[in-house]
């Protein structure tokens, strides 16, 4: 073997390296950019509560829960036509279960602190709007309905808008009489 073959031998061998740590890498960054959403997605069809579980902690101040055995936490924005779509469904709710002394309908604003909107969202479906409370991280959607217990564990999680007042509220009193 001349010096130029071996030369030549040894160019092509760390090209060939070369190029496969190229695809590898690049499998890497498509792998990275791709599989958070993949693993979301995933989650999502095999689990019919995404973000929260059932018996998971709520992430909201204790103040907000710890008065009374049950309280009604609505994660809601004005600005979202599905939150919108869910007012007459939320109304319903708080008609039939607000005579209860012992549970407390209380909403989330996802719209920026202390905004009008979110004030005036709470004021129609006749929820409390929760002070100083931020987002949780577990939070999926808007809107969500979780009903919590004075431990701040979920009880019951709707996420989306509610169909169907009756089944809805039947779905909410079921999880309120356990």
Known sequence: MTLNSRLDRY???CA?????????????TLGTLWFAPLRQAVRHRLSPHAGYLLGDRIGLPADLYRATRLTVVLFAS???SACRSAESSLKELKQQLGASVDVRFVMVSADSY?????????????????PRATLPEQLRAVPTIAIVDRDGRVRFVLEGAPTGSDSFVSSVRGALSE
């Open 16 to 28: 060939r390296i070369a190029a496969a740590l190229l695809v590898v890498l690049g499998l890497f």
């Open 114 to 130: 202390r905004t009008s909107s979110g004030e005036d969202y709470a004021r129609r479906v006749g929820f409390e709007l929760a």
């Open 78 to 80: 004005n600005s979202c």
């Open 11 to 13: 160019l092509g061998v």
